[in-house]
């Protein structure tokens, strides 16, 4: 263990931990735009910048192995200062329409240019009449507004590090900077999988979901954690509701709650979520009368199917009937079925897709 | 799974993959695959009849013929036996049927598995040894393995060669089957199957009966029931007269469909209790509106035995009822009320009778959920299965001898034809053909050719073709692409316009597990 004092606090941290980590165990609350745990650092961001006693210059925290002895201020008028260039910098290229922006709320350029109060840049540079990255994007599932892109290649890294798609990469140097895929085309001309990591991790709104667009922004949305509805993975996803409908699909990386998948989805998982709400939805039980399907009150349609059990099981005994029960239902479902069919009924004829 | 998803990306240093095309049909699990391979250097070895996805960064690729899995595995043994690559120390104490197993394999050396495979010898030298060789190494398998007249035959090939190499009962191997629908893993443990209770306890054991014929309060059948397969067979013989679908559409999903839909309109009764008006639910007699996952409180078990919670998150849409609700509603008119509050209170009885679940409640599944076996409320789950032993006390080696699939190519149909799915949709399409931007993306079926087959009958990437089996014949889309050999051709299930089961066999089942052979049958392509 080695010990450092930050912000006047004294604390012990294993050796080999970096600055940043050993600042938000004292507490301090640290900005970061390019770090993400479960990425490769990349160091780039220089938000989270803190100043070191004896050190001519700020340094990132997120990429300084904390010292023995260090002495260390995390909001001192040098940092701050250094904080609120970098984010006028940012803002420099960003398309400021907050109040049209899926992430509003959700932004950390947003928030953090509240913190600093940064309203304007003066760096509006060669940009004077705005950025120029605007990426018409043909696919269904992605919007890529790089208008808002502030290069912190969270989305490369997530490409490359959870799915391992590389579909994306930094193009062009210096203000030309932007993420583009192989000679700057569209995503499905990539290797894209549509996995949504990137939007999981965007730190602003460059990236967003098409088909969440216009349904609700993340403050106005309960979450509600549950498990995915397709294959056999398993994966937590959350459901985002808003007036009791789902309007979209997130995730949490906490393995504690999202043990199989670390927040990590596929296409399905993350963008096949409007079925739930589809006008083609069955709301009535349906009978056959005269060779045609008619609507019927969930008593009548119970009944008839009851009595007519009840008549074939006269007949020609239980085992003349059978049932398909489920993969796609819940287990205690699955157990009610059997349980209909052994105990209610008395056949073991019961099944369901695992062969198919 | 005997093992858990997490260990392919940490704990396996090989990864062999037979008949899974992972990162379409598991993404998670194929990130994960590429992660290890790619962060820790695990080896790759792909076997599959299309060159998917992995096979581009696998170590040894085997593009074999469909169908041949058993002579592949039988001729990785042979190598594995004859260059003492198997793990003496665990055949000696932990398995049995060695002696005969090897006698066998003996004839499958690699160049004899060339001729049925179409697998270089070498190529098959390289997996074996990649796989033997290997710390830890795990099998991972999809439907690529089971839906073959000798599934199986091929799902005992697997276990043969895990435990040939001592591969079983640590993290980072295993024999894992890859599940492909949310909670079929939990639906079998669950006994939706006809041949045993919750827990895979035997309905012809009379002392298992007697428990259920306790807890239930009625006498119970004791003859095994119809498999799914069977069910529809009798059904078309009017043996069966009356079925009750649950959120199963096999208008979609079953093999040769025109079959499918003469044994359904053959019954008195076909229920169907369904989210949408699925192409089953057009024929039935009655159908009642279910529910949506979003809709529901319950649990799933997903493919490595882990149960987890499903919440609910929206009320039940328009008129419908939790699918709980209407089975208890059924049962109370039928004279065998069964009253629950909740589907926990649903869970807390089935855990008395399913003594892999009877630890858990829903308080212990918040978060990460457990893996089952978990007898009691102070165990922590099972990751890895067989760890000291086998259920059966020792391992039993199978000796298995490779048969062809049930129908061949001829000249009349000359090509093989394959089916499963696509990473943008799921299963019959009920769901994912609601999905806006999923439908919108891939909205119908392709069948994939290879270059020269297309050539051969003149016919261009994109063209509309004719496939034809003794079944029936499907218009698709052609995909003229060289991840299949000349002489094979796949197609995707989700589409019913353009359904894959229109031209499958219901004739050739295994005849242990009654699965359809989805992956081989004779076909042949027309241009229109």
């Known amino acids: ?356 | 799974m005997t093992n858990s998803i997490n260990e392919l990306e940490a704990d396996a240093k090989c990864v062999f993959l037979i008949g899974t095309n992972t990162t379409e049909n598991h993404p998670v699990i194929g990130y994960k695959i590429k992660q290890n391979v790619r962060k820790n250097g695990a080896k790759l070895v792909v076997a599959d009849p299309r060159r998917i996805e992995l096979a581009e960064m696998a170590d040894v690729y085997m593009k074999f013929k469909p169908g041949t899995d058993v002579a592949l595995i039988n001729a990785m043994m042979n190598v594995i036996i004859n260059e003492e690559l198997l793990d003496k120390e665990f055949i000696t104490n932990r398995t049995e049927g060695f002696e005969e197993m090897a006698a066998v394999i003996a004839q499958y050396t690699p160049e004899y598995a060339e001729e049925i495979t179409e697998v270089p010898a070498e190529d098959i030298r390289k997996a074996a040894r990649l796989y033997a060789e290997a710390d830890t190494a795990s099998i991972c398998y999809a439907m690529g393995i089971t839906q073959h007249s000798t599934g199986t035959d091929n799902v005992k090939s697997v276990c043969n060669l895990a435990l040939l190499t001592g591969n079983l009962g640590k993290p980072g191997t295993g024999v894992n089957p890859l599940r492909g629908q949310n909670n079929v893993q939990g639906a079998c443990d669950m006994g939706a199957l006809p041949v045993t209770y919750p827990a895979y306890q035997k309905v012809t054991d009379s002392a298992v009966r007697e428990k259920f014929e306790k807890a239930w309060g009625v006498s119970l059948s004791p003859n095994n029931g119809l498999t799914l397969t069977a069910a529809i067979n009798k059904a078309y013989s009017k043996e069966l007269k009356g079925l009750m679908v649950i959120g199963e559409n096999p208008m979609v999903s079953d093999p040769d469909l025109k079959h499918v839909e003469e044994a359904l309109d053959n019954l008195e009764l076909l229920m169907v209790q369904d989210i949408f008006f699925t192409e089953t639910a057009r024929k039935a007699d009655v159908v009642f509106p279910g529910v949506t996952f979003a809709e529901t409180d319950g649990t799933f078990t997903n493919t490595e035995r882990r149960v987890q919670r499903v919440r609910q998150a929206i009320s039940p849409r328009g008129g419908t009822l939790p699918d709980w609700q209407i089975l208890c509603e059924l049962s109370k008119r039928l004279g065998y009320p069964m009253n629950y509050s909740s589907p926990e209170e649903i869970f807390d009885e089935m855990k008395t009778v399913t003594p892999s679940y009877a630890g858990m409640t829903y308080t212990r599944l918040e978060g990460k959920g457990l893996h089952w076996p978990c007898p009691n409320e102070e165990h922590m789950g099972t990751p890895v299965l067989h760890k000291e032993k086998f259920n059966r006390g020792l391992g039993l080696f199978h000796a298995i001898e490779f048969k062809d699939p049930a129908e061949l190519p001829d000249e009349e149909y000359p090509l093989i034809l394959s089916t499963g799915r696509n990473l943008f949709h799921y299963h019959t399409g009920t769901m994912t053909r609601r999905s806006s931007a999923l439908n919108k993306h891939v909205p119908e079926n392709e069948v994939q050719i290879n270059p020269a087959t297309a050539e051969r009958l003149n016919i261009v990437n994109g063209e509309k073709v004719k496939v034809v089996t003794r079944r029936g014949n499907i218009e698709v889309k052609a995909k003229v692409t060289d991840i299949v050999n000349e002489n094979v051709i796949f197609t995707y299930f989700h589409f019913s316009e353009a359904a894959a089961n229109m031209l499958t066999n219901a004739d050739s089942l295994d005849p242990v597990a009654g699965i359809p052979e989805y992956k081989v049958c004779a076909a042949r392509v027309e241009k229109i």
């Open chain 1, 1 to 356: 263990m080695i010990s450092l004092t930050i912000d006047g606090r004294e604390i012990q941290v294993p050796r080999g931990t970096t600055l940043l980590t050993a600042c938000r165990q004292a507490g301090a609350d640290i900005p970061t735009l390019c770090y993400d745990p479960d990425l490769r650092l990349a160091g780039s961001c220089r938000m989270c910048v803190v100043e070191v006693k004896g050190r001519r210059n700020l340094v990132a925290g997120c990429v300084t192995p904390a010292e023995n002895n260090m002495v260390v201020e995390t909001e001192s008028p040098d940092v701050v200062e250094s904080r609120k260039i970098i984010l006028e910098l940012l803002l420099a290229r960003h398309k400021l329409t907050c109040h049209t922006c899926e992430s509003d709320g959700s932004c950390k350029l947003q928030d953090y240019c509240y913190r600093y109060g940064v309203t304007d840049s003066r760096f509006t540079g060669e940009f004077h009449d705005g950025p120029h990255f605007s990426k018409e994007d043909a696919n269904p599932f992605i919007k890529r507004d790089y208008d808002k892109c502030i290069m912190c290649t969270r989305c490369v890294r997530a490409c490359e590090e959870i799915t391992g798609a590389q579909a994306i990469n930094v193009m062009n140097r210096g203000h030309h900077a932007k993420i583009a895929t192989i000679f700057d085309g569209n995503l499905e001309d990539s290797p894209c999988v549509f996995c949504g990591q990137c939007i999981m991790v965007c730190p602003v709104g460059a990236l967003t979901s098409k088909v969440a667009a216009g349904k609700g922004k993340s403050y106005q949305t309960e979450k509600v954690l549950t498990t995915c509805t397709y294959c056999g993975t398993g994966c937590t996803l959350e459901l985002n509701v808003k007036d009791d409908k789902v309007v979209g699909v997130t995730s949490v990386r906490d393995e504690n709650w999202s043990p199989v998948n670390r927040g990590a989805l596929c296409v399905k998982g993350r963008f096949g979520w409007d079925f739930i709400n589809s006008s083609d939805r069955l709301t009535t039980p349906l009978i056959r009368e005269n060779g045609e399907l008619r609507p019927a009150s969930w008593d009548e349609a119970l009944d008839f199917t009851a009595a007519k059990i009840k008549e074939i099981k006269g007949e020609h005994g239980p085992d003349s009937l059978a049932m398909f029960s489920s993969a796609r239902v819940t287990n205690e479902e699955n157990y009610l079925a059997q349980k209909l069919m052994r105990a209610a009924i008395g056949t073991n004829n019961v099944d369901h897709c695992a062969r198919l």
